[in-house]
């Protein structure tokens, strides 16, 4: 089945260390995408990349670090500098515009808590 | 900058009811595109209608039909006889056409009741 997983499903980490998020997909997608989602918000864009090897800040990239090195794979570190670190993050992927519009796929998400 | 507004944090409606959530948005932009998504209790956002702003119809999705207002740039969102399934966060997003970066709204939380 294609879809894009992510993992772990739940994620503590201890204040000060650095964390990686997982993202895969098997869609042959070329744009990957990282979110936020906290309480009573939408969705906030971290960081995407539309091809391999090249990435862009989105809205709150400050503390947040990505790499991709591979089409399938787009992982998010959460390093020590994200002042509130917890929330729930969301992978997604989509594919390219062609006659009608590219429409962004999501992973399950993953729940990370800082203690 | 573009913006998207849900201006009802919460809704009910009984089973095999109508309800409508609202949604508005701002852009400059003359091409775009507007979404509805829904993230039931599993949290896995579900895409469930797409509007094209130069398409003047309006998409319908089976029981999920909008009704998009290009001038007032209103997009809101119907669902016919709704289902306990339906219960939900459902956000509205826009995008624009040379972009890939979704704008969400803060979501409206709908519970179907029996």
């Known amino acids: 089945d294609g879809g894009i997983t992510q993992s772990p499903k739940y994620l503590f980490r201890k204040e000060g260390q650095n964390v990686t998020l997982s993202c895969e997909q098997n869609?042959?997608?070329?744009?990957m995408y990282w979110y936020r989602q906290d309480p009573g918000q939408g969705l906030r864009l971290i960081y995407y990349?539309?091809?391999?090897?090249?990435?862009q800040k989105g809205d709150i990239a400050e503390g947040y670090s990505v790499s991709r090195e591979k089409k399938e794979s787009f992982p998010l570190t959460v390093t020590s500098a994200q002042k509130n670190p917890t929330a729930f993050y969301l992978c997604?992927?989509?594919?390219?515009?062609?006659?009608?519009?590219?429409?962004?796929?999501f992973g399950p998400g993953t729940r990370l808590t800082v203690l | 900058a573009q913006t998207v507004t849900q201006s009802q944090p919460e809704m009910s409606v009984q089973e095999a009811e109508t309800v409508t959530l609202s949604c508005t948005y701002d852009?400059?932009?003359?091409?775009?595109?507007l979404f509805w998504y829904k993230q039931p209790p599993s949290r896995q956002m579900i895409l469930v209608i797409r509007?094209?702003?130069?398409?003047?119809q309006n998409a319908t999705e089976n029981r999920f039909s909008v009704n998009f207002q290009k001038a007032a740039k209103s997009f809101s969102l119907k669902i016919s006889d709704s289902q306990l399934g339906d219960t939900a966060m459902y956000f509205c997003?826009?995008?624009?056409?040379?972009?890939?970066?979704?704008?969400f709204g803060t979501g409206t939380r709908l519970q179907v009741f029996p």
């Open positions: 997604a992927s989509s594919g390219p515009q062609l006659a009608g519009v590219n429409e962004q796929f």
């Open positions: 852009t400059s932009e003359s091409n775009y595109y």
């Open positions: 869609l042959n997608h070329d744009a």
């Open positions: 509007q094209e702003a130069y398409k003047q």
């Open positions: 990349s539309q091809i391999v090897n090249d990435f």
């Open positions: 997003a826009s995008r624009s056409y040379n972009t890939d970066k979704l704008i």
